[in-house]
Antibody
Framework: EVQLVESGGGSVKPGGSLRLSCAAS????????MNWVRQAPGKGLEWIGR??????????DYAAPVKGRFTISRDVSKNTLFLQMNSLKTEDTAVYYC?????????????WGQGTLVTVSS | DTEMTQSPDSLAVSLGERATINCKSS????????????LAWFQQKPGQPPKLLFY???TRESGVPDRFSGSGSGTDFTLTISSLQAEDVAVYYC?????????FGQGTRLQIK
C-alpha cells in the first residue's frame, strides 16, 4: 500500500524558513517523480514543484511564485522527499501536499498525503 | 502557463440527476505523438486530500464508480456524473499535465439541490 506522510509544518514569521518532509512507502521511491502541491485556506490547488526520478536525472521544476525561494530534494536512502522553504511570505500560508504517481504513473498525481499546514504570519 | 477555466464555479443538482462540469484549457493538451489528452479530474471532499478520478481525460481510475465519466479533447473537457449521489458532494478540479507547470482549474463546488 502506498503511503505518503508529510511533516514539518507549523507557524513561521514572514522572511523565515521551514523544511517539510514526506516519508514515502509502498513503492519504489527511486523510480517515482515526486511533487508538492499546496492549497491556501478555502482556495484551490496549486502545483509548486517536482523532482524527477533517479533515471530521469533527479531534475527539478518549480512554479513561478516559489522559484528561487523553495528547493525540492529527495533522500533515496530514507525514502523521503523534502521541501525547503526560504524567504516565506504570508501568501505561502497553505496546506502542503506531497503527491506522486508512484510506480504506476509518471506525471499523474495518483497518491496524496494528508498534508501539513504551514502558516506564515507576523 | 496553461490556464484552466472551469464552469460553473458552483452547481446544485438534485439526487439522481445529472451533473456536468466543464473545463477549458488555454492551450491544446492533446499530444500529437501519442494521441492522449493530458487532462486529469480530481474530487476533493472537506478535510481530505484530492482524489484522482480520471487521467488521459477519460480513463477512470480504479474504484471510481461508473456513474462518473470524463470526455473531451484538445481544449474542452467535461466531467459528468450521470446520477448524483449524496457522497458526490465535493469540489471537483481539472488539471492539465501536458505543459510545465501543471495547472489546475479553480474548482467547481457540487452540492445537492
Amino acid at each position: 500500500e502506498v503511503q505518503l506522510v508529510e511533516s514539518g509544518g507549523g507557524s513561521v514569521k514572514p522572511g523565515g524558513s521551514l523544511r517539510l518532509s514526506c516519508a514515502a512507502s509502498g513503492f519504489t521511491f527511486t523510480n517515482a517523480w515526486m511533487n508538492w502541491v499546496r492549497q491556501a485556506p478555502g482556495k484551490g490547488l496549486e502545483w509548486i514543484g517536482r523532482i524527477k526520478s533517479e533515471s530521469d536525472g533527479v531534475t527539478t521544476d518549480y512554479a513561478a511564485p516559489v522559484k528561487g525561494r523553495f528547493t525540492i530534494s529527495r533522500d533515496v536512502s530514507k525514502n523521503t522527499l523534502f521541501l525547503q522553504m526560504n524567504s516565506l511570505k504570508t501568501e505561502d500560508t497553505a496546506v502542503y501536499y506531497c503527491t506522486t504517481g508512484a510506480s504506476r504513473m509518471l506525471l499523474e498525481l495518483l497518491y496524496w498525503g494528508q498534508g501539513t499546514l504551514v502558516t506564515v504570519s507576523s | 502557463d496553461t490556464e484552466m477555466t472551469q464552469s460553473p464555479d458552483s452547481l446544485a443538482v438534485s439526487l439522481g440527476e445529472r451533473a456536468t462540469i466543464n473545463c477549458k484549457s488555454s492551450q491544446n493538451v492533446l499530444s500529437s505523438a501519442n494521441k492522449k489528452n493530458y487532462l486529469a479530474w480530481f474530487q476533493q471532499k472537506p478535510g481530505q486530500p484530492p482524489k484522482l478520478l480520471f487521467y488521459w481525460a477519460s480513463t477512470r481510475e480504479s474504484g471510481v464508480p461508473d456513474r462518473f465519466s470524463g470526455s473531451g479533447s484538445g481544449t474542452d473537457f467535461t466531467l459528468t456524473i450521470s446520477s448524483l449521489q449524496a457522497e458526490d458532494v465535493a469540489v471537483y478540479y481539472c488539471q492539465q499535465y501536458f505543459t510545465t507547470p501543471p495547472t489546475f482549474g479553480q474548482g467547481t463546488r457540487l452540492q445537492i439541490k
